[in-house]
């Protein structure tokens, strides 16, 4: 937790709301998207139990397994969740656009991506083991299952996969998103309660977010989120209405658990959409409609592998598949922490309290500052700033600033208060800097040891030519047809 957060969650102790953790929203809201809660049955870990899914606050579509040990409703379940997810995921593959890219071809790009909002990161986690759960499934010979069901199971992988991803938005769990934006007096464990953390952030009349997280800890008023039940509702409710259908296998006792579970999911649905407007209020930082780009790039590269016939996702990575991903997270991290800091003065006032960035005002400015002399001599303008911002930064350091995007500075000197700079890039290419491009005496400034530059991939062998020391060359994916008590549901 940064210092600033860690002040702003005092305040809110001290005033009895949350306070805001940014000036815009720092991640993609779609028009349309897909809200999903999951429930799982106590003690399986991706046994599904109920989930309550779609794309209209009112219209809300309950799926309910009355018997979640039952190998036949288990995938029947999951044959109808694909009849909600499929249409909508495959409606926003209709729509592309062509982009085109300097010294490359002209590529195809889906205009939209889905985007699927599920209450907290344990939900993600459900997601990614229902779609392992599903994806190795097939829907031919002994243990056929319907042909949507492995289909499903791909997708699910596929968006759990981009949940990991730093800036992504096509999973998200609205716990984290407005936990991004808005900070409260409670600790990070119970914002994981999706009910006491709107309280804090958005109280009924006449009550403080104080008294709102309160009343959330009731699960008679507030059930849990989910992928989990109140223990009590288990004991009480569900058990014994699952116990009457395993014996009479009646529509009368599938609809008392079909009632049941609604029951637990109709607050948690009533709050998503909450979420949704309080987060669709804000308006969008510069760097989100860029990283929704990489989604729909994402998206309409797995679109396109689904519709060549590649096989499913596998169960875990090759060593330079690992390696790879591993590398692109690391830059996404950082191309994301550097966007925020950018598009917002309250976030990166948290990187200001730890000496990574200053704001100031330029003292001195040569612009016409040059070193090397012929053929190669460069333009470097010199600038002087004074700061009353604690630097921690040593000389050499590269630095961005969000006045001037793409422009860098390197640190020169450190002097009390005052901060020497050379720019070293984004002042134009000619013998003088651009008009405009280099900072003017009394100018108020930031700068900060962040980046959003291009990074070239790692360079990593094939994974054909993966070295023995790694587990040597993948091997060749096989299709398998396991055992119904094989199966990953747990």
């Keep these: 937790m940064s210092t600033l957060a860690a002040l702003a969650r005092l305040r809110a102790v001290h005033t009895g709301a949350a306070q805001r953790l ?6 993609h809201l779609s028009e349309r998207p897909m809200v999903l809660i999951p429930l799982r049955l106590a003690g399986e870990a991706a046994a599904p139990l109920a989930a309550m899914a779609g794309t209209d606050p009112a219209r809300p579509r309950l799926l309910v397994v009355p018997q979640p040990r039952d190998r036949d409703l288990r995938f029947a379940f999951a044959a109808e969740l694909a009849e909600i997810l499929l249409p909508y995921i495959e409606g926003l593959q209709k729509a592309t656009e062509t982009v085109e890219r300097r010294g490359a071809e002209p590529f195809e790009r889906c205009v939209d991506a889905p985007q699927v909002i599920v209450p907290n990161r344990s939900a993600v986690a459900f997601v990614q083991l229902l779609g392992r759960s599903t994806r190795f499934r097939r829907a031919e010979g002994e243990y056929a299952v319907h042909p949507s069901v492995p289909v499903l199971g791909r997708w699910l992988t596929f968006l759990a996969q981009r949940a990991q991803y730093p800036g992504s938005a096509s999973l998200l769990a609205a716990t984290e998103a407005m936990s991004l934006h808005w900070a409260t007096g409670q600790s990070a464990l119970e914002d994981a309660n999706l009910a006491s953390l709107m309280g804090w952030i958005d109280p009924p009349p006449g009550m403080t977010g104080a008294e709102a997280a309160r009343e959330a800890e009731d699960p008679l008023v507030w059930p849990p989120a989910g992928p989990a039940t109140d223990p009590g509702f288990d004991s009480e409710v569900l058990a014994p209405a699952i116990r009457a259908y395993a014996e009479t296998r009646s529509d009368r006792a599938a609809a008392r658990v079909g009632e049941a579970v609604r029951s637990q999911l109709e607050p948690t649905w009533r709050l998503m959409w909450r979420a949704v407007g309080l987060l669709g209020a804000l308006p969008a930082g510069p760097g989100v409609a860029a990283r929704w780009e ?3 790039a994402s998206f309409t590269g797995f679109a396109a592998q689904l519709a060549e016939g590649g096989p499913p996702q596998p169960k875990r990575d090759g060593a330079v598949g690992a390696a790879s991903r591993l590398a692109r997270m690391e830059r996404a ?26 704001t100031g ?4 400015a040569d612009p016409d500052h040059a070193e090397g002399e012929g053929r190669g001599r460069k333009l470097r ?8 911002d604690p630097v921690r930064l040593a000389a050499g350091t590269r630095l961005g600033t969000p006045e001037r995007r793409g422009q860098q500075a390197e640190v020169v000197e450190i002097t009390g208060g005052h901060v020497t700079l050379k720019i070293v890039k984004g002042m134009g290419r000619g013998r003088t800097a651009s008009p405009g491009s280099v900072p003017e005496v009394g100018e108020r400034v930031c700068y900060a040891a962040l980046t959003d530059e291009y990074q070239p991939p790692a360079s990593l062998p094939a994974p054909e030519d993966t070295p023995w020391t790694h587990g040597g060359p993948p091997p060749e994916h096989v299709p398998a047809v396991e055992e119904p008590d094989e199966e990953e549901w747990a």
């Design 22 to 27: 940014a000036t815009v929203r720092h991640c």
């Design 294 to 296: 990489g989604d729909r």
């Design 333 to 358: 991290q950082a191309s994301y922490d550097a966007q925020r800091a950018y598009d917002d003065p309250l976030v990166m006032a948290g990187h200001r309290l730890t000496g990574e960035a200053f």
């Design 361 to 364: 005002t330029v003292l001195a």
């Design 381 to 388: 303008p010199l600038l002087t700033v004074r700061t009353s």
